[in-house]
């Protein structure tokens, strides 16, 4: 998926704040590179929609930077249409009117968008099975995601904003979107450069475990952690342990500077940043390969233990 990157990136968001009467969204920064699939994960209400808001100038912002291919969020609502239609977008609800037929829809947006290729969004419904004679009003949530993501591949975008797009999609139908979204990112220049990106918001975080190169975790309006996948899901584990083990772990010299460690019912998590290494010190314990949904677990509700710290006082871990 991810090529060498030699352009400046198509999304950046430095330093973005917006406050809300109960909520504030503080100091978010991330980017996307060309070639790059980059997941935003979180709880609800944790900041998701609101930073893409922000990047697609939808709201306002208090303090901060946001640019997409490289114009400033604040003046993208008045940027030259040709600029907007470089960015694809689908939210999570379908935002048309739910008495057109599909076939109404191609011809609404052929006459928004200079770039809109008709074949292609024939194609689309297609591979889909979206029947053009159907209301949207019909539609499921999934097909309605399959529609709005017809429509945004339609218009020959550089850059793709997905928040919640594979909701409602069954197993097999996530995967055909995914591999749709991998041959996005695919394409590249006449010099192998890679010339699309996507930013996409997911609960379905087993998505990103197949296509993403980098999660964001926003938790309370900040930004919690931001990882490579493969450093996640590839190189680090996840070992179950007993309370005893968990001490011999933190005593064993084997352990890093700050330890996560999260409680359950049947023992205690531990995230390890090298599985590989864990196993062949600890070949006892059992240790897993790590999920987005784990690590983000232990980011957010594990516990942090410093070996040093609980070795002076006693080793105490429970």
């Given at each position: 998926m991810t090529s060498?990157?030699?352009?400046?990136?198509?999304?950046?968001?430095?330093?973005?704040?917006?406050?809300?009467?109960?909520?504030?969204?503080?100091?978010?920064?991330?980017?996307?590179?060309?070639?790059?699939?980059?997941?935003?994960?979180?709880?609800?209400?944790?900041?998701k929609s609101t930073t893409i808001k922000a990047l697609l100038g939808i709201i306002g912002i208090d303090a901060g930077e946001a640019r997409i291919l490289g114009v400033d969020a604040r003046g993208l609502s008045g940027a030259d249409a040709a600029?907007?239609?470089r960015i694809?977008?689908?939210?999570?609800?379908?935002?048309?009117?739910?008495?057109?037929?599909?076939?109404?829809?191609?011809?609404?947006?052929?006459?928004?968008?200079?770039?809109?290729?008709?074949?292609?969004?024939?194609?689309?419904?297609r591979?889909?099975?979206?029947?053009?004679?159907?209301?949207?009003k019909e539609l499921s949530r999934g097909m309605g995601m399959k529609l709005s993501l017809a429509c945004a591949l339609a218009h020959d975008p550089q850059v793709l904003v997905l928040d919640e797009a594979t909701a409602g999609l069954d197993p097999m139908a996530r995967d055909e979107v995914l591999d749709i979204l991998r041959?996005?990112?695919?394409?590249?220049?006449?010099?192998?450069?890679?010339?699309?990106?996507?930013?996409?918001?997911?609960?379905?975080?087993?998505?990103?475990?197949k296509i993403?190169?980098?999660?964001?975790?926003?938790?309370?309006?900040?930004?919690?952690?931001?990882?490579?996948?493969?450093e996640i899901c590839d190189l680090m584990g996840v070992a179950r342990c007993r309370a005893a083990e968990v001490e011999q772990v933190m005593a064993s010299g084997q352990a890093p500077l700050e330890v996560r460690v999260l409680h359950r019912d049947y023992g205690v998590d531990v995230l390890v940043p090298d599985r590989f290494e864990f196993m062949r010190?600890?070949?006892?314990?059992?240790?897993?390969?790590?999920?987005?949904?784990?690590?983000?677990?232990?980011?957010?509700?594990?516990?942090?233990?410093?070996?040093?710290?609980?070795?002076?006082?006693?080793?105490?871990?429970?």
């Open positions: 060498s990157r030699v352009s400046a990136p198509l999304i950046e968001v430095r330093n973005i704040t917006k406050h809300y009467d109960g909520f504030t969204l503080r100091g978010v920064s991330l980017t996307v590179e060309p070639g790059q699939i980059v997941g935003l994960i979180g709880q609800n209400g944790a900041g600029e907007k239609e694809g977008v689908v939210f999570d609800t379908v935002s048309m009117p739910p008495h057109l037929k599909i076939a109404e829809v191609g011809k609404l947006m052929e006459r928004a968008y200079r770039t809109w290729d008709a074949p292609t969004f024939e194609g689309y419904l591979r889909f099975t979206l029947d053009s004679n159907k209301a949207i041959e996005f990112v695919a394409v590249e220049d006449a010099a192998g450069n890679p010339q699309h990106a996507i930013l996409m918001s997911t609960h379905i975080t087993s998505d990103l475990d993403a190169d980098t999660v964001v975790c926003i938790d309370d309006g900040r930004i919690a952690f931001a990882c490579d996948k493969d010190a600890f070949p006892q314990i059992p240790c897993d390969r790590v999920s987005i949904d784990d690590y983000m677990a232990l980011m957010l509700r594990g516990a942090v233990l410093h070996p040093h710290a609980a070795a002076r006082e006693g080793g105490d871990v429970r």
